[in-house]
């Protein structure tokens, strides 16, 4: 009787610490709204009203589909103030139809294939000593770097991101919020 108590006790742990875990995981809060790991990048960025303008440039450049693929993509995801920190017209500019291939290259150029949390970026910075090179899915190359306890991501013009908010867990991969948006050459 004593092993049955045990083993019912132990499942009964279990189901609460998985149950604990699952939901502390749902509690990651990026524009007002909970980042549910069960949802894909698009099915969560549409619900955070700090990423209107990232997502209205994803619809414009086609990406819907993609980035609700299986992935797994990791996307440094800049807010509507790193948007609006561009150079006045920018934004507008980029959304016209025309411009659609130089909106995708913009875009993409926040997208690392593959599943890179905060832990892994970070063992990344140490074995590069003290930085790490990451390919985008756009050809791009940026550079990651840890201080005082921040990661930032610097462009390949020098523009310097700093992850607000990382490892934002999504189904098909991993979402850090930065601050600025990052632009390739």
Not at 72 to 79: G, K, L
């Amino acid at each position: 009787m004593q092993h049955r108590f045990h083993r019912v006790a132990s499942i009964t742990l279990a189901v609460a610490l998985s149950a604990g875990a699952a939901s502390s995981m749902a509690q990651v809060m990026v524009g007002g709204a909970p980042m549910l790991p069960t949802k894909d990048i698009i099915d969560n960025a549409v619900n955070s009203k700090d990423h209107t303008t990232l997502v209205a440039a994803v619809k414009a450049a086609g990406l819907v589909d993609t980035l609700k693929g299986p992935g797994p993509f990791t996307v440094f995801a800049p807010t509507n103030a790193a948007f609006a920190a561009l150079p006045a017209g920018t934004v507008d500019t980029l959304l016209k139809p025309e411009n659609k291939a130089k909106l995708t290259t913009v875009l993409t150029y926040h997208v690392v294939p593959g599943k890179w949390d905060a832990a892994a970026i970070t063992k990344m910075i140490k074995d590069g000593n003290g930085m790490a090179s990451i390919k985008t899915v756009a050809g791009g190359t940026l550079t990651a770097k840890a201080a005082g306890g921040k990661v930032t991501v610097t462009d390949e013009n020098g523009g310097v991101a700093t992850v607000t908010t990382a490892d934002v867990y999504q189904s098909n991969g991993v979402i850090h919020v930065v601050d600025k948006v990052l632009l390739p050459k």
